[in-house]
Nanobody, 118 residues
Framework: QVQLEESGGGLVQAGGSLRLSCAAS????????MGWFRQAPGKEREFVAT????????YYTDSVKGRFTISRDNAKNTVYLQMNSLKPEDSAVYYC???????????WGQGTQVTVSS
């Protein structure tokens, strides 16, 4: 298992930008597929984006395509989520997660709050 810690959340106006970071422990970071998820109050946690271990492959949920970008720096054991053109409906607690191979995401961070005001 890998330990994950998110940072970078905050309050931003609609149309603004934020960059979330997720720092991971361990020496095998590049072997993990990394993902970002979010959970708004009263709603289930939903998938946002994922990135392969090498960073060559990314995938996004439709609602964030063209606005969010997931990236990683394996030398720094860190994955990022650049969020542009933010909307109030993007408000949620954002979680970083890690997995190996095709299994479920088994390691999770504590989450960071993102609030977008209208």
């Amino acid at each position: 298992q890998v330990q994950l810690e998110e940072s970078g959340g905050g309050l931003v106006q609609a149309g603004g930008s934020l960059r979330l970071s997720c720092a991971a422990s361990g020496r095998t970071f590049s072997s993990y597929v990394m993902g970002w998820f979010r959970q708004a109050p009263g709603k289930e946690r939903e998938f946002v984006a994922t990135i392969s271990g090498s960073g060559s492959s990314t995938y996004y949920t439709d609602s964030v395509k063209g606005r969010f970008t997931i990236s990683r720096d394996n030398a720094k054991n860190t994955v990022y989520l650049q969020m542009n053109s933010l909307k109030p409906e993007d408000s949620a607690v954002y979680y970083c997660a890690a997995k190996k191979g095709l299994g479920d995401f088994g390691s999770w961070g504590q989450g960071t709050q993102v609030t977008v005001s209208s």
